[in-house]
């Protein structure tokens, strides 16, 4: 199984940037995908997840209404539209996958996620 995030790097506040996550692997249709982030000195967080249709998705509060997440399962890819970023945003971001019954919703606990990415660093400048 690979998990491969991409999309990141340096934007001005106010900016937008769109984050990718290309699994590899497994079958995609069977997982529901959660975006999290980690702040340097801070724990992972969550951030924003979606369901194996794409149809439910959830989103943390500082997130709401600046971030989009969604996928394409015809190719085995979930992103992250971020706009109006804020300096505060600043962090490495990670994909995870959680295997997933139906068209139930992983919650935000990042300790029941089967797989992870290997992160993507976000740089949000004032």
């Known amino acids: 199984v690979q998990l491969q995030a991409s999309g990141g790097g340096m934007v001005q506040a106010g900016g937008s940037l769109r984050l990718s996550c290309a699994a590899s692997?497994?079958?995609?249709?069977?997982?529901?995908v959660g975006w999290f982030r980690q702040a340097p000195g801070k724990e992972r967080e969550f951030v924003a997840v979606?369901?194996?249709?794409?149809?439910?998705?959830i989103y943390a509060d500082p997130v709401k209404g600046r971030f989009t997440i969604s996928r394409d399962n015809d190719k085995n890819t979930v992103y992250l539209q971020m706009d109006s970023l804020e300096p505060e945003d600043t962090a490495v971001y990670y994909c995870?996958?959680?295997?997933?019954?139906?068209?139930?919703?992983?919650?935000?606990?990042?300790?029941?996620?089967?797989?992870w990415g290997q992160g993507t660093l976000v740089t949000v400048s004032s």
């Open positions: 692997g497994l079958t995609f249709t069977f997982y529901g």
């Open positions: 995870g996958l959680k295997r997933v019954i139906s068209s139930v919703i992983p919650g935000p606990e990042r300790s029941i996620y089967d797989y």
């Open positions: 979606i369901n194996r249709s794409g149809g439910s998705t």
